[in-house]
């Protein structure tokens, strides 16, 4: 199975709960329908940056192991309209204004502790946005980045056997399985369901 439709299966699996799903579960792409997105190098570290704090190099590789934000831009392209796409881009700039104002430097030169924070505000802006969002307008741009972070990670090889516990080829089924608070969730190959 290729990634496409693993990040298919894992759509239809949540319900299509993804920015950008309508498109993306017909099958389509919007790659010849618009202007792709092209993102400056910085951006791409800019975006490495935003989905390594949200997901930090633990005991297992954080979201920049796995390369997250030329898969991000993979996404936007793929599978976004041009409104979403817009909001995206110009999210990146108002995240690094904002860390600018809040700091005093970029993202990419702000420490740690401050990257967590302003990251912790947008996401309460965000949550507020869509509490208030009227049908038919985009969502927050830091909604999508983080959609897109967790979607990425844990479809990426890495996500799956190293953050998630694997199992190649599963045994029967056994509906009590023991669970310690703490262990990390199941991820079982597509196709081997049944």
Not at 80 to 88: K, R
Not at 151 to 171: D, K, N, Q
Request: proline residues 4%; aromatic residues 8%.
């Amino acid at each position: 199975m290729n990634r496409r439709d693993a990040i298919k299966r894992l759509s239809l699996l949540m319900g299509g709960a993804i920015i950008g799903s309508e498109t993306f579960l017909r099958g389509e792409t919007l790659a010849g329908k618009s202007a792709p997105l092209e993102l400056s190098g910085e951006e791409l570290s800019l975006l490495d940056e935003i989905g390594e704090t949200i997901i930090p190099t633990t005991s297992t590789p954080g979201a920049k192991a796995v390369g997250i934000g030329a898969f991000m831009q993979m996404m936007v392209n793929d599978c976004y309209d041009e409104a979403h796409q817009s909001v995206f881009k110009a999210g990146l700039a108002q995240l690094d204004a904002d860390c600018r104002q809040s700091c005093g430097r970029t993202f990419l030169e702000a420490t740690a502790a401050e990257r967590t924070a302003l990251l912790n505000r947008l996401d309460a802006e965000a949550r507020e946005h869509q509490s208030r969002k009227a049908s038919g307008t985009p969502v927050h741009y830091f909604r999508m980045l983080k959609q897109l972070t967790l979607l990425g990670y844990f479809t990426s090889e890495i996500g799956c056997t190293r953050a998630l516990r694997y199992v190649e080829v599963p045994g029967s089924y056994n509906g009590n399985a023991p669970y310690q608070k703490g262990d990390r969730a199941w991820f079982v190959p597509a196709g081997r369901l049944l």
